[in-house]
């Protein structure tokens, strides 16, 4: 990884001096004045030591949250460091414990590099056979009937490899379920890279070892990493994806201060929140459908300058629309009420949103969190018609919203397509509306869900509500563009008219 952390270090003495400081690291010390570098949001990583309150201010445009560290003598108690430290969401770094700076030294370069990805394996269709009998429910799971066995027998590998470059330390997570008295294990051997007779290391991981996401260390040398699955005992064994990101090593999921949420059966959602300038409201936005992991529309939210927070939904193919278990559902809303906490804001100084997939999640949560507004583009609040459609109106166009009508319904029948269309309407026709604005851009010909919006209109027909919308031309996937237009028109509008405040470009 030929990139370059640059460290930021203002007042007190110089830890470069004193500490190792790794390859790869940059390191900027200044006495008391701020360098036009960290004004031009060149700098990775900020430590603050004794300096005036004055420099705090000046610093808050330049910074990303969770990038900034104070020490002892930091003005915290004054109110532009106080405003410096949540608006950063910043961390105490206690120079007295040698050791634990040295340790957070060495790690910088492999907790704030730049890049971010993360991809998913599916077994099907193409995993290589043991010999065992499997049958699989869609993409979702692979079901194996496990004989009494009491030692570990090969289950399945993965026919893909995944390349690991020096520098970048990996975490993995994999989605399964265990049923009766068995017990899997996970293999990961890595490989030089160029040769497949030169294996550098194996991880045997128990299932203590993956209660968290598991980090693999690059250990300075790049390769590639071969998975498989082992099993013993006897029960019933669900495997789903095994998920594969750059780690932060600590340090966040994709970005700083990025978040993994896991439900017991160890679906995930994944968050990001920015603190902003900690004014209302509190803008959230869940990502559409996408197959590469990660955070979608972080820099169209980050020029509005309000506090936001970013949703993504790395289930299945590309997500699941935000629906899940009940322990599922409720750590979305949990992670709203948390930042609406930390900004001491009230529900009515929120705004939801979301395109397409994202727009599920936008009105479904926004029904239980009575927000000030909900803004969405190209609805599709009937999921299970979505799926319907797949044979109906576009064979092939979307295949991924049958395995989410299984998901949630466990079945895949018509009448299964109309319970999770009735699931979400439900939760929309229980809640309170009366003080939250809806705005949706809808495509007039959309083949995804060619009801959603008029639906939308009929179960809030009588309800006191503000809903209104713009028709576009075209099916789901056309004129992304105007709707994009349109759906950050009203978030200016909406900052502006109601917030009293500018957007910022």
């Known amino acids: 990884m030929a990139e370059t952390i640059h460290v930021l270090q203002i007042g007190g003495s110089s830890l470069a001096l004193a500490y190792q400081i790794p390859q790869g690291v940059s390191w900027h010390y200044e006495a008391a004045r701020i360098p036009e570098a960290a004004q031009r949001s060149e700098i990775d990583v900020c430590i603050l030591g004794e300096v005036s309150p004055g420099v705090c201010s000046d610093l808050l445009p330049g910074l990303a949250p969770y990038t900034v560290f104070y020490t002892k003598g930091f003005p915290g108690d004054s109110p532009e460091g106080e405003k410096l430290i949540?608006?950063?969401?910043?961390?105490?770094?206690?120079?007295?414990?040698?050791?634990?700076?040295?340790?957070?030294?060495?790690?910088?370069?492999k907790r704030f590099?730049?890049?971010?990805?993360?991809?998913?394996?599916?077994?099907?269709?193409?995993p290589v056979r043991t010999g065992m009998s499997v049958n699989f429910e869609g993409h979702l799971w692979e079901n194996t009937r496990l004989p009494q066995s009491d030692v570990f027998r090969p289950l399945v590998s993965y026919r893909e490899s995944v390349p690991m470059e020096a520098g970048i330390p990996l975490e993995i997570w994999l989605e399964y379920a265990v049923e009766g008295p068995a017990a899997i294990e996970l293999t990961v051997r890595k490989f030089r890279a160029g040769a497949t007779d030169q294996l550098l290391r194996t991880w045997h991981l128990a299932e203590e070892e993956m209660t968290a996401p598991f980090f693999l260390d690059d250990e300075g040398e790049s390769g590639y990493l071969c998975f498989s699955i082992r099993a013993r005992?006897?029960?019933?064994?669900r495997i789903g994806p095994l998920h594969y990101r750059y780690a932060k090593c600590g340090a966040g999921e994709f970005l700083p201060g990025g978040e993994?949420?896991?439900a017991d059966n160890r679906q995930e959602i994944l968050s990001f929140f920015h603190p902003g300038d900690l004014k209302p409201p509190l803008c959230v936005y869940f990502s559409g459908y996408r197959q590469q992991e990660g955070f979608e529309g972080y820099q169209m939210m980050h020029r509005m300058g309000a506090p936001f927070l970013l949703f993504s939904d790395p289930r299945i193919e590309g997500g699941a629309f935000y629906l899940g278990t009940e322990q599922y559902e409720s750590m979305i809303v949990d992670v709203i009420q948390e930042k609406l906490g930390y900004l001491e804001f009230s529900h009515d100084q929120l705004i939801l949103s979301g395109i397409s997939m994202g727009s599920v999640g936008a009105l479904y949560y926004g029904a239980i969190t009575r927000p000030h507004a909900v803004i969405v583009g190209k609805p599709i609040p009937n999921v299970g018609s979505v799926a319907l459609n797949e044979q109906y109106l576009r064979p092939g166009g979307f295949p991924t919203s049958l395995d989410v009508l299984r998901m949630c319904t466990g079945g895949s029948l018509e009448e299964d397509a109309a319970a999770l269309n009735q699931r979400i309407w439900d939760r929309i026709d229980q809640a309170d509306w009366t003080r939250t604005e809806i705005a949706a851009s809808y495509m007039q010909q959309d083949d995804y869900d060619p009801n959603g919006f008029e639906d939308l209109l009929e179960h809030l027909r009588g309800r006191k509500v503000r809903l209104y919308g713009k028709g576009m031309e075209g099916r789901h996937n056309d004129n992304t563009e105007a709707v994009t237009e349109w759906f950050q028109y009203q978030y200016r509008r909406m900052l502006r008219e109601d917030f009293d405040r500018g957007y910022l470009r």
């Open 113 to 126: 590099y730049r890049e971010r990805y993360g991809q998913k394996m599916l077994l099907f269709p193409d």
């Open 86 to 109: 949540r608006s950063k969401a910043a961390a105490f770094l206690d120079l007295g414990d040698v050791s634990a700076v040295q340790e957070f030294i060495r790690l910088l370069p």
């Open 260 to 262: 993994q949420h896991a």
């Open 233 to 237: 005992g006897e029960g019933t064994l």
